[in-house]
């Protein structure tokens, strides 16, 4: 796995490499976090924030994730992705500004050619 | 006698309008004001961007523009896009109140310059301890000559995490829960010690240092008890915004193949001029970028369906926090307060102190309860006294009477306390003969706003069986006015 243009939620796979998306560590967020792949179905759907999240890459994929604060101020968090084949490892941060509710954020996974 | 009447109405008024007092300065659940949720998160939102932005530009060169498209990038940014898209022309409206300005302040500081006490601050210890105001691991407040530091130690923990003194940290380990329950104060009283008006830190100084534990906090939003309400909000509200954040994202990344070209032509146009802006222009460039030429932008029935549908999903999304916040500012809290009150003179004491804290009928009142005894650390030499020097138990029920036309929000105070004196008590020149006994104390009170002005009236009748040191009943009226002073200077300084 591949980090494009310096941004970690922006990543290139080798052909059906399996990602792994996880809470590394976290401050007042809710222990639900909010998952989804692209596509109809609604899944993973809301999971707990210790429970990795893992899809293989064969096609260009978002995953959507949305960390809740539960209180206005002091929440933040460290989210890392991972390819099973190596290479680069995404580190995300956020830091809750005063009265913000939720980070809605989506990493776009895109098969090297 | 009428001193000593009036100065022990002090004391019981002291000790129940502070009870009040933290009862009615809990948080509250977020108010929704006028302004709706979704331009208020936008705001936010905003604000966070353009700060991260200038604090980019204001960094290291070597891969400022990389770091800046990596910000500005639509990948964390579908929220504040398509709440301008929705806004439509009324975002530029709102420029002028994104406070970008805030960003060249400095954090911190505060704390220490109260400036208003005439101390003097010397030696290590104020200086470590200055340190640790500064950082965020402790609070001080001045009162008198007296100076008291607040703090747990979950804040000192990340207080240093924010440092770089700890590489990671998180506050849902076992460990973590429980220390974010304990908390403590030291008080020093810079009138004492080898230099009076000096606040040196020695341990002379300390006049009191206080543990407290709480034993249940259900105003904490993350107590177990709201698991299945947040668990169902989550799933309901936050899953659906989600989804149509996703399939927002897709018109704004051209390798989805369902982008919308003018959406992507402003996109890539907008992040190419905060790249190029300085560091003093760019929160100029961003406001201008965001909330002036993206709701220009002409796009699809579907694009613009979507960012509406997104934004009054905002919306609910704000009002099912707020309810369940409204829950757990109703919460229930026991606390154990353990003091150890350093005299001079006197012996030393240690108070023990249950407080209770709830709100019946669904938030409709406020009840305060306390239950605490205090003992002699150590009994003077020759002294014939209990170990046990009083026990006491209070109570005060709060109780909103509801809006009265051009007065406000008229609040009915109903307090009670018992104290028991084990012994004499102990003055200065020695024993006061026959004051041991039951002191009973009770108070109904009206407090009367002056509605929009920040003053109350509070008019009250105490009764009480004696006083602590004359055993004569009496009753007594007392009328008086107190000041906000956070609401009167938010006035004059809007």
């Not at chain 2, 704390?111 to 006490?117: H, K, L, M």
């Not at chain 2, 008080?187 to 008006?197: I, L, T, Y």
């Not at chain 2, 003992?375 to 003077?380: S, T």
Request: neutral net charge; hydrophobic residues 40%; contains cysteine.
């Amino acid at each position: 796995m591949k980090i494009v243009g310096g941004n970690p939620l922006r990543l290139e796979c080798e052909a059906g490499e399996t990602v792994t998306v996880r809470v590394l560590n976290s401050i007042k967020i809710l222990d639900l976090v909010n998952y989804k792949w692209d596509g109809p179905d609604n899944l993973p759907g809301p999971t707990h924030k210790d429970t990795p999240i893992s899809g293989a890459i064969d096609r260009r994929r978002t995953l959507g994730v949305q960390i809740n604060y539960p209180e206005d101020s002091g929440g933040s968090f460290t989210m890392q992705a991972t390819g099973d084949h190596g290479g680069d490892v995404s580190t995300h941060q956020d830091e809750q500004a005063d009265g913000e509710e939720f980070s809605q954020f989506f990493y776009i996974f895109t098969v090297a050619q | 006698m009428f001193g000593t009447k009036l100065t022990t109405a002090l004391v019981v008024a002291t000790l129940l309008f502070s009870t009040a007092a933290d009862v009615w300065c809990q948080p509250q659940a977020a108010s929704s004001g006028t302004q709706p949720a979704s331009t208020k998160q936008l705001k936010i939102k905003l604000e966070d961007l353009i700060k991260d932005i200038v604090a980019i530009k204001n960094g290291p060169a070597a891969t400022l523009e990389t770091r800046t498209r990596s910000r500005f990038d639509s990948t964390t940014l579908v929220t504040v896009f398509a709440l301008a898209l929705a806004a439509g022309p009324t975002a530029a409206s709102f420029a002028q109140s994104i406070d970008d300005a805030r960003v060249d302040k400095q954090v911190g500081g505060g704390a220490s310059n109260s400036g208003s006490t005439s101390l003097v601050t010397k030696g290590s210890v104020p200086a470590i301890l200055g340190f640790a105001v500064e950082n965020g691991a402790l609070s001080s407040d001045t009162s008198g000559t007296t100076i008291t530091f607040r703090g747990n130690p979950v804040g000192i923990i990340k207080a240093l995490g924010s440092r770089g003194f700890i590489k990671s940290y998180s506050d849902d380990t076992q460990f973590t829960r429980v220390l974010r329950r304990t908390s403590f104060a030291l008080s020093f009283d810079a009138g004492r010690g080898p230099q009076p008006g000096t606040f040196t830190g020695e341990v002379s100084q300390l006049s009191s240092y206080s543990f407290r534990f709480d034993i249940l906090n259900k105003r904490d939003p993350r107590h177990p008890s709201y698991a299945a309400q947040w668990s169902k909000f989550v799933l309901e509200r936050g899953q659906t915004l989600l989804t149509n954040g996703q399939l927002l994202l897709d018109y704004f990344d051209e390798s989805s193949g369902k982008s919308d070209p003018n959406l992507v032509a402003w996109f890539k146009a907008a992040q190419d001029a905060i790249v190029a802006a300085s560091a003093a222009n760019v929160g100029d460039i961003i406001k201008q970028e965001v909330l002036v030429k993206l709701p220009a932008v002409k796009v699809s029935p579907e694009v613009s369906a979507l960012v509406s549908t997104y934004a009054n999903e905002v919306n609910a999304y704000s009002q099912g926090r707020a309810d369940i916040l409204a829950s757990v500012a109703n919460g229930t809290i026991l606390t154990f307060e353990y003091t150890n009150t350093r005299n001079v003179n006197d012996p030393d004491l240690s108070i023990f102190n249950l407080i209770i804290e709830a709100s019946p009928w669904s938030g409709k009142a406020s009840l305060t309860g306390n239950a605490s005894f205090t003992i002699l650390n150590k009994i003077p030499s020759g002294a014939n006294l209990d170990r046990l020097r009083n026990y006491q138990l209070s109570g005060q029920l709060d109780v909103p009477l509801g809006e009265v036309q051009k007065i406000g929000s008229v609040v009915l105070t109903v307090a009670a306390r018992f104290e028991h004196l084990m012994d004499d008590t102990m003055m200065p020149g020695g024993m006061m003969m026959d004051t041991r006994g039951n002191i009973g104390v009770g108070q109904v009170k009206l407090t009367l706003p002056v509605k929009g002005s920040g003053i109350k009236i509070p008019i009250s009748v105490t009764f009480a069986n004696r006083t602590e040191l004359i055993k004569e009943k009496f009753v007594r009226g007392n009328f008086g006015v107190t000041f906000d002073l956070d609401s009167i200077f938010s006035r004059l300084n809007p």
